[in-house]
């Protein structure tokens, strides 16, 4: 069956850095588009990042951009979300996802697999 698992969340002072990665198994990974999305408690799931099948375009919400990059290597079925300057409020659990075409990006209804996520806290 398709799993994604996530990982490389934590605890980071405010202005730190972190590399989420999520590894992939049971399905064709090249052939899907990733993407990454948070939800804090009481709030609904936020997109922040994708890219496609290929890894030639990505894919940012105003609110991240410049501070989050997602890259994948399709050889290890892996993708990346690399958070630079992180602030209080990027605390969330974040996810992964895959979806196996490049529209609708955004809306998380339209992702076929989910990862279980992985904690982000950001001390101030």
């Known amino acids: 069956q398709v799993q994604l698992v996530e990982s490389g969340g934590g605890l980071v002072q405010a202005g730190g850095s972190l590399r989420l990665s999520c590894a992939a198994s049971?399905?064709?990974?090249?052939?899907?588009?990733m993407g990454w999305f948070r939800q804090s408690p009481g709030e609904e799931r936020e997109f922040v990042a994708a890219?496609?099948?290929?890894?030639?375009?990505?894919y940012y919400p105003d609110s991240v951009k410049g501070r989050f990059t997602i890259s994948r290597d399709n050889t290890k079925n892996t993708v990346y979300l690399q958070i630079d300057s992180l602030k209080p409020e990027d605390t969330a659990v974040y996810y992964c996802?895959?979806?196996?075409?490049?529209?609708?990006?955004?809306?998380?209804?339209?992702?076929?697999?989910w990862g279980r996520g992985t904690q982000v806290t950001v001390s101030s």
């Open positions: 049971g399905l064709t990974f090249s052939s899907y588009a």
């Open positions: 890219i496609r099948r290929s890894g030639d375009r990505t």
């Open positions: 996802a895959a979806k196996a075409s490049w529209t609708s990006l955004s809306i998380a209804t339209r992702y076929d697999y």
